[in-house]
């Protein structure tokens, strides 16, 4: 049996399994939603079975797993991008959009500021792969996830109230900057330009081109009738081959994908349907992927267990003091919805969810599994930490705005 | 139209993709960028097919040649042998479906029919097919094979072939079209009856070859039948095991069924070649325990089938891909005899069997159209011959490959024409009805 076979047959099998236990595991009632730890269970799957684990799932094979990462990446794109219809959005105040970007780029420039000085402390020397491995922690770090405010107002019966509403918007929009972002520093590396800044803006606007065209190219196919199943299989077949060109030509395949998904959004007057195709079979996808970083995943570079944790303290104040503080200063402008002071309510952005670490996907995909395993595995422990607590700290923010879903 | 727009767009990116940039580094187009642009052209020339009658697998097979080595060249031999494994697995669903729609209580209620039709085509197309063969191979290809030995072994392993149907393709045609009636239920229960006849047949062909030509020794032609033996009844075997897990998972846990698809599919399927299995009978024969045994297994196949256009998309394109046009330039006499005398006797073995089974004259008239596609299990038994029996070995292969090319086209469309006959296609009267 070839080499990738067999680590497609483990990667399912040992997805299986955690599928299944994950089953039992939630079926507990009544437990609360103050420690998840789900992607921690995947992640963790994929790091036994990992070059730092069992040994099973070795570079070579996890590089003959790229079109399955591709399809994973295109898949979050899509949605991601999905949510970008400017008819949609003009329901919301056009502050929540001006908020949202603030404190996406401020939350990027605090985070990139303090751990650049951090990093130049602990990891001395790391020249041009310390900009990379910022650039990195610095997007991976500005985005948040809806899920948490989802789970601290679900016994309220969804997300009605004034905070909730800006927090969910927030959470839900947010990771566009970093996006960008991203897609620019892939340009900033690319392996056939050498980098700069101008090679940089033209392979972001490369990536956006051919996100546009396939994005008309999407709609030229699925404006017709179609069924969910032919709904699927369109989406499949542009993941995979979106996919397969930003590998063909080194480009973020998330960032092209997130293209198709704002043009479809807002040419393709069935894209709520796309939209409910790609949410009902995300579970599997995002759970392949967790397993595949986990398994590229050094948590300890060179044992080096003092330093990550020191980076990790520091990544998760920054982080902490950037969304608070961005919101806090948006304060003036969000009277009616921060009505009890809200000087903490950035606090209720901490989640972390599937973007994030899709985000450290590709960057694996683009710059090779062990590529900055010092930032890879900081931003890992945080998405992890952030999954454990966040949902507990959005619903003490809500609570503090008599927002609490009970 | 706007379709046809689409694919010439698509076309046109592609071509600028792979030719514009020349500092790509290999140049080679990754296997995900191939894989996309083989889903999406066979998407859109099965849809094609659809508004004008055809089924959609037909459309999916056309992609793929177009797209194949035998044509634009886009895919190599190199990237459809890499496409083999996700072929595999696309393979055990589509097994597992076939199994799966076919009911064992109404092929109970109507034993002696089906029996009727499995022996009138088992022995007419079988004796028949011989005797053309065998006769008529002098006169086309005189340099073929020489003496009288020789010349029956070839027209014995040509009779063999030419009952092998695809499972594969009827249980497209019938998911694609939902289908539902005598015609549809036969057609399925018959070719999955004869894949088993066949792989039998086959096993005593060969080893009537290897004692006629003298090929290896005495004890290869035992250790074949052994090997025969092993394939069929731990097939069944492995086959009814897996049933029997699918229903106790379905039972006990019943989540995450997406994933416990693909996660059974490639297992069963690598699981079947390692142990030396046919991987087609083991997921048929799981897919007829988990549809007869348990209600909950049904809605098993439900979900396979609810998720099964991009497994059938891929599974025919690169079926298509993988057949070689080329051959049929070369032997297009005798797969002109082979498909000549195939079809013939598998409507005289059909009408033979179906008339004295006491079939109503509406199936009587259609269901010889369903037998006609055949694919892997076919060119599977072809490479064997090749590989068995070097010099016309290679000649046979090719015979075979050229029949597949025009049953594997012709054989759906025929089908589903004879669905449409025998009304058995779901018009939109009757959903709108419902």
Redesign the interface.
């Known amino acids: 049996?070839?080499e990738?076979?067999q680590t497609?047959?483990l990667i399912?099998?040992v997805?299986?399994i955690a599928?299944?236990g994950g089953?039992f595991y939630r079926g507990r009632k009544g437990s609360p939603p103050l420690f998840r730890v789900t992607t921690l269970a995947y992640l963790a799957l994929g790091l036994a079975l990992g070059g730092q684990g069992l040994g099973m799932l070795e570079q070579d094979m996890l590089d003959n797993l790229?079109?399955v990462v591709?399809?994973s990446l295109g898949w979050i794109g899509i949605l991601f991008g999905l949510q970008f219809e400017i008819k949609r959005l003009r329901r919301f105040p056009p502050k929540f959009f001006g908020v949202t970007l603030f404190q996406s780029l401020f939350t990027v420039a605090t985070l990139g500021g303090m751990m650049y000085l951090a990093l130049g402390w602990f990891t001395p020397g790391g020249g041009g792969s310390l900009w990379r491995a910022l650039l990195l922690i610095a997007t991976v770090g500005a985005i948040s996830s809806p899920a948490e405010t989802v789970l601290a107002t679900s016994a309220s019966g969804g997300v009605k109230r004034k905070l909730a509403r800006l927090v969910h918007y927030i959470s839900s929009l947010d990771s566009f900057l970093p996006v960008v972002i991203f897609a620019f520093t892939v340009g900033l590396y690319h392996?056939?330009t050498g980098g700069g800044i101008v090679p940089a803006l033209e392979w972001t606007a490369v990536s956006a081109l051919i996100g546009l065209?396939l994005g008309?190219?999407f709609y030229?196919?699925a404006?017709?009738r179609h069924s969910?199943?032919?709904l699927?299989?369109?989406i499949?077949?542009?993941?995979?081959?979106?996919?397969?060109?930003a590998?063909?030509?080194d480009l973020s395949s998330l960032f092209i994908n997130v293209v198709l998904g704002v043009v479809l959004a807002n040419l393709l007057p069935t894209s709520e349907r796309i939209f409910r195709v790609l949410v009902s079979?995300e579970?599997?996808i995002l759970?392949v992927l967790l397993v595949l970083v986990g398994a590229n995943w050094i948590p300890f570079p060179q044992g080096r267990l003092v330093t990550v944790a020191a980076l990790l303290a520091i990544y998760l104040a920054a982080r902490v003091l950037g969304k608070a503080v961005s919101v806090a200063a948006a304060r003036p402008f969000l009277r009616e919805e921060l009505t009890q002071g809200g000087w903490a309510a950035g606090l209720a952005l901490l989640g972390q969810g599937g973007m994030s670490v899709a985000l450290i996907a590709n960057y694996q995909l683009l710059f090779g599994g062990a590529a900055d395993t010092m930032a890879v595995s900081v931003v890992l422990c945080a998405v992890v930490l952030s999954e454990a607590f966040s949902a507990y700290a959005a619903r003490c923010v809500l609570a503090g705005n008599d927002e609490e879903g009970g | 139209m706007s379709r046809v727009f689409g694919l010439l767009v698509l076309v046109l990116l592609m071509g600028l993709l792979i030719y514009l940039p020349a500092d790509t580094g290999t140049g080679v187009p990754p296997l995900s960028m191939l894989l996309g642009f083989l889903l999406l052209v066979g998407f859109v020339l099965g849809k094609i097919g659809n508004n004008i009658g055809l089924p959609g697998i037909t459309g999916y097979l056309l992609a793929g040649m177009a797209l194949g080595p035998s044509c634009f060249g886009i895919l190599d031999r190199e990237s459809v042998g890499d496409l083999q494994l996700i072929n595999s697995f696309a393979l055990a669903l589509i097994a597992l479906t076939a199994g799966g729609k076919v009911s064992l209580r109404k092929i109970y209620e109507r034993l002696r029919s089906f029996y009727a039709v499995v022996c009138g085509q088992v022995l007419v197309t079988f004796c028949g097919v011989l005797v053309s063969m065998t006769l008529l191979l002098d006169l086309l290809a005189e340099d073929f094979v020489a003496g009288v030995p020789s010349r029956f072994v070839v027209g014995l392993l040509f009779a063999v072939v030419a009952l092998a149907n695809s499972p594969s393709s009827t249980v497209a045609v019938i998911v694609e079209t939902g289908a539902r009636g005598r015609v549809s239920e036969m057609v399925l229960g018959v070719t999955i009856v004869k894949d088993l006849v066949v792989i039998v047949a086959f096993a005593f062909a060969l080893s009537i070859g290897f004692t006629l030509l003298e090929v290896g020794s005495g004890a290869g032609s035992s250790y074949f039948m052994a090997g025969m033996a092993w394939e069929i009844a731990g097939s069944i075997f492995c086959g009814v095991l897996i049933g029997l897990g699918i229903i106790a998972y379905m039972v006990f846990v019943n989540a995450e069924i997406p994933v416990f698809i693909i996660a059974l599919s490639f297992i069963s399927s690598k699981a079947s070649s390692l142990l030396g299995l046919h991987p087609l009978l083991v997921c048929m024969v799981a897919g007829l325990v988990v549809n007869n045994l348990s209600r909950r297994g049904r809605e098993f196949i439900e979900a396979i089938e609810k998720g099964s256009l991009p497994i059938y998309v891929v599974f025919f394109a690169i079926a298509g891909a993988d057949l070689d046009l080329g051959v049929i330039a070369g032997t297009w006499e005798l797969v002109l005899l082979l498909v000549a005398s195939r079809s013939i006797f598998t409507w005289l073995g059909t009408w033979a069997g179906s008339v004295a089974g006491g079939e109503e004259p509406v199936v009587r008239e259609n269901l010889w159209l369903g037998f006609f596609a055949q694919a892997g299990v076919t060119l599977g038994m072809a490479v064997m011959v090749a590989d068995t029996f070097p010099g016309w070995g290679t000649t046979f292969k090719n015979v075979v490959v050229g029949s597949i090319a025009v049953f594997q086209l012709a054989g759906p469309v025929l089908f589903k024409y004879s669905l449409a006959r025998a009304g058995e296609l779901p018009s939109p009267l009757k959903f709108s009805a419902q």
């Open positions: 049996m070839a990738s076979t497609v047959l399912l099998l997805t299986f599928l299944v089953r790229e079109p591709g399809l392996s056939r065209a008309l190219l030229s196919y404006r017709h969910e199943n032919e699927a299989m369109i499949i077949a542009f993941t995979v081959f979106s996919g397969g060109i590998a063909y030509l079979r579970r599997p759970i």
